[in-house]
């Protein structure tokens, strides 16, 4: 092999190498993407085991007050993870900022809500939320109404009722 | 010149600008992050020439009902635009979910708020809001006890006053 193929030959090869490694840093990034939820707030606190299955981590962001009578606060599931089953003595709303999981009233079906989903739970009314199996949840909650109370706390979701969202999705 | 010595300098070149297309990628990307804004929600309508200035596009997330009592809602402010000045009978929560803004309370200083922020103003207190000159505001916004009504609006915001808020950045 003459000195000048093998000039080029190396060349050729270190041109490729190039081209192959930009395309895959577009890619890697493009995987990150799908996979990683977008962080607004700080992480917060983890949630008692004894309120929540798996890893939920909670911050407050408006405490209840007597003027805005409303408690704000945003909760990030990991995969798997939920809320026992609770519910608020004037209701709540919750917003979804991003990624995927569940919502089911007592009585009704299991809904998937994920980022940009509304849900709305009436008064008094149980029900629970969390991340899908997964993907997380990023929600943001807003209890409305505070001077009526703001939680009451019951039992775990068992697995049989989580594993069967999956049939919703 | 050589013919060797000319191949060797074409794939010299062919891969410089491999290299630098490559990296170029990477800053246009990394640009185009710094500026674009996520989006949660559908965009809206564009809200009033008479209530805002500049373009502003509002979403209602959750009507205000006799139960929950509680209006949400999203609005994405262009840079440059704001509200008018406002007022809100049982107040108002402004959670910032992307970007850059204001927000002034009448007779206090402007407040620079962005991604992650927690803005409380209270009932029938003059206010304004709206994104900074030069990048957009995502803004989720909470309005409370509604049955006191929703919002009270006044006049626009000056540019002398909307151009003030660059000293506090």
Same mark, same amino acid.
């Given at each position: 092999?003459?000195?000048?193929?093998?000039?080029?030959?190396?060349?050729?090869?270190?041109?490729?190498?190039?081209?192959?490694?930009?395309?895959?840093?577009?890619?890697?990034?493009?995987?990150?993407?799908?996979?990683?939820?977008?962080?607004?707030?700080?992480?917060?606190? $983890? !949630? +008692?085991?004894?309120?929540?299955?798996? *890893?939920?981590?909670?911050?407050?962001?408006?405490? &209840? #007050?007597?003027? %805005?009578?409303?408690?704000?606060?945003?909760?990030?599931?990991?995969?798997?993870?939920?809320?026992?089953?609770?519910?608020?003595?004037?209701?709540?709303?919750?917003?979804?900022?991003?990624?995927?999981?569940?919502?089911?009233?007592?009585?009704?079906?299991?809904?998937?809500?994920? $980022? !940009? +989903?509304?849900?709305?739970?009436?008064? *008094?009314?149980?029900?629970?939320?969390?991340?899908? &199996? #997964?993907?997380? %949840?990023?929600?943001?909650?807003?209890?409305?109404?505070?001077?009526?109370?703001?939680?009451?706390?019951?039992?775990?979701?068992?697995?049989?009722?989580?594993?069967?969202?999956?049939?919703?999705?």
């Amino acid at each position: 092999m003459t000195k000048s193929l093998l000039k080029s030959i190396v060349l050729i090869v270190a041109s490729s190498i190039t081209i192959l490694s930009c395309n895959n840093q577009k890619q890697d990034k493009m995987k990150t993407d799908d996979t990683v939820l977008t962080e607004i707030f700080l992480k917060g606190e $983890k !949630g +008692s085991e004894d309120l929540f299955t798996g *890893n939920a981590y909670n911050i407050g962001l408006v405490d &209840a #007050d007597s003027t %805005l009578t409303t408690a704000v606060g945003n909760v990030y599931f990991e995969p798997g993870a939920r809320s026992n089953w609770h519910s608020h003595p004037a209701g709540q709303i919750l917003i979804i900022t991003d990624g995927v999981g569940y919502h089911q009233i007592e009585g009704k079906e299991i809904e998937i809500i994920k $980022k !940009g +989903s509304v849900v709305k739970c009436p008064p *008094n009314v149980r029900h629970w939320h969390g991340a899908s &199996a #997964d993907v997380g %949840l990023q929600q943001l909650y807003i209890v409305p109404n505070t001077e009526k109370g703001i939680v009451n706390w019951n039992e775990a979701v068992t697995d049989e009722i989580y594993n069967s969202a999956s049939k919703f999705q």
